[in-house]
């Protein structure tokens, strides 16, 4: 199995509880776009050594969440509303994860996003979800999240 990261990746900085058990996750922002990755590791895995579901799926909504927080200018916290998925294809142990968002929709309250992951370049997973846009008040008022470097301008 290979650690080598991709160009442009670096450290996601936010890396504490839960999200710290999943990792360790790379973050890549190139204008308006944010793409994670993840080298597939043993931890990751399920008993066909493969990426196991649950865990695209955390990779997934941290993607959606994240792209879209790029998308409509904002560092708030953006909790999942609602997200489903479809598996396309088995990820294998050491490749490279890696995801894009693109935002469907968005209203004052909403956003609508999916997202594609890879491995190695071959797509195995695509998802979507309603993230929810806290108010300027609340429980998710300040809770700022590092989206990375920006680079390509």
Known sequence: M????????????FSMGFIATTGPLMIKRVKNDVFLGLRIEDKHCNPANTCHGGML????????????????????????IQMSCDFVSPAPNG??????TQLIKQTRTLMFVTCILTADGKTVFSGSGIMKIPSDTGAFADISLPIGREEGN
Not at 2 to 13: A, K, L, S
Not at 59 to 80: C, E, H, N, S, W
Not at 95 to 100: S, T, Y
């Open 2 to 13: 290979t650690n080598n990261v991709p160009e442009g990746f670096i450290d996601f900085p």
């Open 95 to 100: 490749a490279w994860l890696e995801g894009r």
């Open 57 to 80: 799926m955390t990779f997934a909504d941290m993607q959606l969440a994240i792209g879209g927080q790029v998308y409509i200018d904002t560092r708030k916290f953006l909790p999942t």
